[in-house]
């Protein structure tokens, strides 16, 4: 049917709309790019991954790398040999093991002095398994000759010099750290590259313009630089952690809300420029209409990251300011650079398909119109059949989700990994990672003594003294990162802690996974009841409502459950995967209400908006057929973006980009377009409580009200 057009009040608006004010955006954002660039490329320098920085802040374990980054050559890394031949050792191999012990003691001189004093039955030097089909001997590298991604190369490359057959596994700590990072090497650039190339790809297929997805790319990618720039400029000014894995988060962050605001302006600006000629006034018109959304869907996000500032995992608490500096550099780039550009190049460049201006505007019931008349004529069927599909995602939370292994997060097993289960299998009685207890020298022998007692202990070994401390070298019996070692870890420090005046701490990579799965349990405790009451005081603020809020937020709550429950079954029956990161939950759960409840307030909002005119249920329908295309565009793109992280070689990051598209998609084509309109429906114009909008009688501005819903006609073909 053909609308006529609202006159609109040019001359006031046009004032505000001077052909000079775009120039001047795009002139204050070439200046700040020449500040920010440089500073973008230096992001890359002040990211760590070091156990003191991203170890829980009050954790025992971080106490013990804190004081061993003290200690005068450094912490040490810990790197295991492995030698084994299927049909037994010879002499020769024997001897080849004593030979490579030998070199690499007196390359690696640091430990050399205090193992010469240890060599006895049970601190021998080089071990050989009962079977006699291996031997294993462990150094100990200063991480003053280097990180242990730095070291592990180089010693693989010189045990290659041994007996034909003789086959080695160099695994330990040191060298899984060194094969995970090996995982991050140039994960920016490759996760910037792929990003950039799928938001093009999805950009060109929802405009089909050669020219129209450049804009928003440009803005969405001057936003990233400017968000590494700041976050950069945060970490020298206040110290925040930014490790490899929030450094690629910031980016997926940037370019998913970035692309989605460009989304949702694009669309009202297509709309305005069919009923005003003049494209300045028409961006000032589609700003009014977008922006209070954009600025609240960003305020949401905003918020919710910025509750991970009370989580006590520092990598955690660092993504906080991290991705909050991301969304509001996308946020301002979106609502100053891009709308100025689309100004400055005008109708021609939604070509092929330019809007025309019209006093009589055609308006298209099409697909989403079609779909809202279904609901509306279903709204028990919708409602019931949503939840019910959700539900049934659920039920996949009684699988697998109990915590990954660190040895289990690789894709393609790397030889640290293997070298840990040949390690298992010749020496059952080693399987554990070693723990470090530092004691005071005095109270070295009385720790050590304890030590042996303790049920799940296999080995304790006296190390050297330095800085006040002595280290004590301890080898759990059970497996790494296993319910039992944990008990054995938990056991040591209690045993440990009754020694009265040794001030004895145990950490050790293991006790880092314990203290950090722990930590985890804690923060989400605490940190998923504050996004929630933020979230919901946003979305307050928004709707000037109290039911609505809360019926958006339960949506997103069942929608969060289902996604988790469908993504576990993934993961447990086709992928894999032997569990689910720790850091998995909190994650996912901060981005999907976050960003899920941004589709929702995109389309109650102008529900809402709508409200005032038509009621509730015409305002709802009449929402959904005008933002249902771009939403699902905007879910698509943001989707798309996370799942680039399921493209690296890493099950946690996989996790998290599986997880979290699979629920933007869930979200965007379920919750988001049939619950929520249905739900609606089913409430009518108490969905409003307590605000005007819910009293039918109640006057609204220019003598409009609320129509009842018995005044509310089924909306028409």
């Given amino acids: 049917m053909?609308?006529?057009?609202?006159?609109?009040?040019?001359a006031p608006v046009g004032r505000w709309a001077g052909r000079w004010v775009p120039w001047l955006v795009i002139g204050l954002w070439l200046v700040l790019a020449v500040i920010m660039v440089p500073l973008s490329g230096k992001l890359s320098s002040v990211t760590t991954d070091s156990a003191v920085d991203t170890l829980p802040a009050s954790a025992e374990s971080t106490k013990v790398a804190a004081v061993e980054d003290k200690l005068p050559d450094g912490e040490d890394s810990?790197?295991?040999?492995?030698?084994?031949?299927?049909?037994?050792?010879?002499?020769?191999?024997?001897?080849a093991v004593e030979r490579q012990y030998d070199a690499f003691t007196k390359q690696y001189p640091s430990k050399a002095e205090a193992d010469e004093g240890d060599k006895g039955e049970e601190g021998s030097p080089t071990s050989l398994s009962d079977d006699r089909k291996a031997m294993t001997f462990t150094l100990d590298v200063s991480t003053s000759y280097g990180p242990p991604e730095d070291i592990v190369g180089p010693l693989r490359e010189a045990a290659k010099d041994r007996p034909s057959g003789l086959e080695l596994e160099v695994t330990g700590p040191a060298a899984i750290d060194g094969d995970m990072e090996a995982v991050f090497d140039g994960i920016d650039t490759q996760v910037l590259l792929t990003t950039i190339a799928v938001v093009t790809l999805l950009l060109i297929l929802t405009y089909r313009s050669p020219v129209l997805w450049i804009i928003p790319l440009v803005a969405v990618g001057a936003a990233a630089l400017t968000a590494m720039a700041t976050v950069y400029l945060l970490v020298k000014g206040f110290g925040i952690v930014v490790n490899d894995q929030n450094s690629a988060l910031l980016t997926i962050l940037v370019f998913g809300v970035g692309t989605d605001y460009a989304l949702l302006l694009i669309a009202r600006y297509r709309e305005a420029l069919h009923h005003h000629e003049n494209v300045r006034v028409a961006m000032i018109h589609a700003l009014r209409g977008a922006a209070p959304a954009i600025v609240a869907s960003a305020a949401t996000v905003v918020a919710g990251l910025l509750c991970l500032l009370v989580a006590d995992l520092n990598s955690t608490s660092g993504l906080g300011p991290i991705g909050a500096a991301g969304v509001l550099c996308a946020l301002v780039a979106m609502l100053t650079l891009f709308p100025a550009v689309l100004v400055v190049l005008g109708r021609r460049i939604f070509w092929p398909t330019v809007p025309q201006f019209s006093t009589a505007v055609e308006e298209k019931r099409g697909l989403w119109g079609r779909l809202g008349g279904a609901i509306g004529r279903r709204r028990w069927v919708a409602a019931l059949g949503s939840v019910g599909v959700l539900g049934v995602l659920a039920l996949g939370l009684a699988g697998n989700s109990g915590a990954l292994r660190e040895q289990d997060q690789f894709l393609s097993k790397p030889e640290s990994?293997?070298?840990?289960?040949?390690l298992r299998e010749h020496f059952p009685e080693l399987g554990g990672q070693p723990l470090t207890i530092l004691t005071r020298p005095a109270h070295q022998e009385q720790v050590l003594d304890v030590v042996k007692d303790t049920r799940g202990v296999a080995q304790a070994v006296p190390e050297q003294t330095a800085g006040g401390w002595a280290a004590i070298s301890v080898f759990p019996k059970d497996a790494p990162d296993t319910t039992a070692e944990y008990d054995t870890i938990k056991r040591v420090r209690t045993a440990v802690h009754a020694v009265r005046g040794a001030q004895a701490i145990v950490g050790?990579?293991?006790?880092?996974?314990l203290d950090t799965e722990v930590t985890t349990e804690r923060d989400e405790k605490l940190v998923?009841?504050?996004?929630?009451?933020?979230?919901?005081?946003?979305?307050g603020l928004l709707l000037r409502a109290v039911l609505a809020p809360l019926v958006l937020m339960a949506t997103v709550i069942v929608s969060f459950a289902a996604a988790f429950g469908g993504s576990v079954f993934v993961f447990d029956t086709i992928l894999g995967f032997k569990g689910v990161d720790s850091s998995v939950p909190l994650l996912a759960f901060l981005f999907l209400v976050a960003l899920g409840v941004d589709y929702n307030i995109f389309l109650t909002s102008r529900a809402r908006e709508e409200t005032v005119r038509l009621g509730t249920r015409k305002g709802m329908l009449k929402a959904l057929s005008a933002t249902g295309g771009v939403i699902t565009s905007a879910g698509l793109v943001l989707a798309a973006t996370f799942a680039v992280l399921t493209s690296l070689p890493l099950v946690m990051l996989v996790e998290v980009g599986f997880l979290v598209a699979f629920g933007v998609l869930l979200d965007a084509l379920l919750v988001r377009s049939v619950l929520?309109?249905?739900?609606?429906?089913?409430?009518g114009r108490r969905m409003w409580w307590p605000s005007p909008l819910s009293r039918p009688a109640?006057?609204?501005?220019?003598?409009?009200?609320?129509l009842a819903d018995e005044e509310e006609p089924a909306l028409q073909r």
């Fill in 2 to 10: 053909a609308v006529h057009a609202t006159p609109s009040r040019e």
């Fill in 417 to 422: 990994v293997t070298g840990f289960t040949v």
């Fill in 78 to 95: 810990t790197f295991v040999f492995v030698y084994h031949r299927s049909d037994g050792l010879t002499a020769a191999d024997r001897a």
């Fill in 676 to 683: 929520v309109p249905a739900l609606t429906l089913l409430i």
């Fill in 508 to 513: 050790g990579p293991s006790a880092e996974n």
């Fill in 528 to 539: 998923i009841p504050l996004v929630l009451a933020v979230v919901l005081i946003v979305l």
């Fill in 698 to 706: 109640v006057e609204l501005p220019h003598g409009q009200r609320p």
